[in-house]
């Protein structure tokens, strides 16, 4: 199972309950602090078939503007140049996951 864009990780715990012990959990979230909330998810709750990729899915390969909220693990955070606080994020394909 992929979660694209797992933000902090709600729907992400759901899924690694849903696949149990049998199943694996891709968590791609390209924002740094959300991507870390979801690594916390390993140990505490002893998940241990979830990867979480820090990065944007995209048809290309590269880095990207993410703009973010003042909240960074807002739901809100998109690639975009539009705003004050931009962070530069690593940008990958689906095909390249695999």
Request: proline share 5%; with cysteine; hydrophobic share 35%.
């Amino acid at each position: 199972m992929w979660d694209i864009g797992a933000n902090i990780g709600f729907y992400t715990r759901k899924f690694l309950d849903i696949v149990g012990t049998e199943g694996h959990v891709v968590a791609v979230e390209p924002a740094p602090s959300s991507a870390n909330a979801c690594r916390k998810l390993i140990n505490p709750n002893s998940y241990t078939n979830l990867t979480v990729v820090e990065s944007a899915l995209s048809s290309d390969v590269g880095t990207a503007e993410l703009s973010v909220d003042e909240d960074p693990s807002s739901p809100n955070n998109r690639l975009s140049k539009s705003s004050s606080n931009t962070l530069t994020i690593s940008v990958t394909t689906g095909d390249l996951l695999l």
